[in-house]
């Protein structure tokens, strides 16, 4: 059974820093992609950055030079590095592994 589960989300203020971390079992992450999404209330998720198997790298143009995502197969865990947070980045963010296996999400809120 494949389990994906997000979690490093929390409240932090403008300017601040978090680290989400994707904790995978159940599948090889080596040979997948691992991309982050996020959606905030009333809107359509949408695609954050991405890290293909080989350490491409691709972020939305939004959190370009703020956000930084890694993958540490070894430990079958991916994460995403999110500076200088701004009140806009506040959503849900969500863990895909390739293109089937969600997570369940971990709530990140920017705000004084």
């Known amino acids: 059974q494949v389990q994906v589960a997000e979690s490093g989300g929390g409240l932090v203020q403008p300017g601040g820093s978090l680290r989400l971390s994707c904790a995978v079992s159940?599948?090889?992450?080596?040979?997948?992609?691992i991309a982050w999404y996020r959606q905030s209330p009333g809107k359509p998720r949408e695609f954050v950055a991405r890290?293909?198997?080989?350490?491409?790298?691709q972020y939305a143009g939004s959190v370009e030079g703020r956000f930084t995502i890694s993958r540490d197969n070894p430990k079958s865990t991916a994460y995403l590095q999110m500076n200088s947070l701004k009140p806009e980045d506040t959503a849900t963010y969500y863990c895909?592994?390739?293109?089937?296996?969600w997570g369940q999400g971990t709530l990140v809120i920017v705000s004084e």
């Open positions: 895909l592994v390739g293109s089937d296996y």
């Open positions: 159940g599948v090889a992450i080596s040979v997948r992609d």
């Open positions: 890290i293909s198997r080989v350490r491409n790298t």
